[in-house]
């Protein structure tokens, strides 16, 4: 079985780009989640989705970000424009429905110049 | 805050040395897991030690629990150049039954 695949691995951009990360979650989970880890701090919860609903906002952390989930399947993060403090690595998880068990991805890392 | 902390944030031994970190947290928990995070790898669930739990094991892990002083560590024995990563331990959120709350991690360096 397929794990949580997250693109790019890493990506560069300059201040005011704009990035957008992906993230293809284990087939059949229906739950999608992103969190992200900056400047070597903890790792904060970013939102969660069911399907393709948002369910949980409450960590995005502010209106450069965008997250999506068209047809309840793979998931995009767009950061846009980018600053300097977004830089940090970009988790994304899934899991199922019911049950436990999140299975994280391998991270995006990105950096902002 | 219900944001876990660990201690130290960061250590180095030499291969084959135990390894030991620690967490705190602030609120009641069901479960508290412990996560590795290799460069490159993202993030590694490593074992999850439920609240009526004291002591488990798995292969070179051990991980304590105690819910009176809200506090968990992970003891990694005869440690591995391999083993270098940063390691968090993370709880639900008490308002959540999805949301992670994650520490701010130890960077543990072995040395060959």
């Known amino acids: 079985e397929a794990g949580v695949t997250q693109f790019p691995s890493h990506s560069v951009i300059e201040k005011g780009q704009t990035v957008t990360l992906r993230c293809d979650p284990i087939?059949?989970?229906?739950?999608l989640y992103w969190y992200r880890r900056v400047m070597g701090k903890e790792i904060k919860f970013l939102l969660h989705?069911?399907?393709?609903?948002?369910?949980?906002e409450s960590g995005m952390p502010n209106n450069r970000f965008l997250a999506e989930r068209t047809g309840g399947t793979y998931s995009t993060l767009k950061v846009q424009p980018a600053e300097l403090e977004d830089s940090g690595v970009y988790f994304c998880?899934?899991?199922?429905?019911?049950?436990?068990?999140?299975?994280f991805g391998s991270g995006t890392r990105l950096t902002v110049v | 805050s219900q944001q876990g902390e660990e201690d130290p944030q960061a250590l180095s031994i030499q291969e084959g040395e135990n390894a030991t970190m620690n967490c705190s947290y602030k609120?009641?928990?069901?479960?508290l897991q412990w996560y590795r995070q290799n460069s490159g790898r993202g993030l590694v669930h490593l074992i999850l030690?439920?609240?009526?739990?004291r002591e488990k094991h798995s292969g070179r892990l051990r991980v304590t629990l105690d819910t009176s002083k809200k506090s968990s560590s992970l003891l990694i024995t005869a440690s591995r150049a391999a083993d270098t990563a940063s390691y968090f331990c993370?709880?639900?959120?008490?308002?959540?039954?999805?949301?992670?709350?994650f520490g701010s991690g130890t960077r543990l360096l072995v040395r060959p």
């Open positions: 998880a899934s899991s199922p429905l019911t049950g436990n068990g999140y299975t």
């Open positions: 087939s059949g989970h229906d739950n």
């Open positions: 989705f069911v399907k393709e609903s948002k369910q949980d």
């Open positions: 609120t009641s928990i069901n479960n």
């Open positions: 030690i439920r609240s009526n739990e």
């Open positions: 993370a709880t639900l959120d008490v308002d959540s039954s999805y949301k992670l709350i």
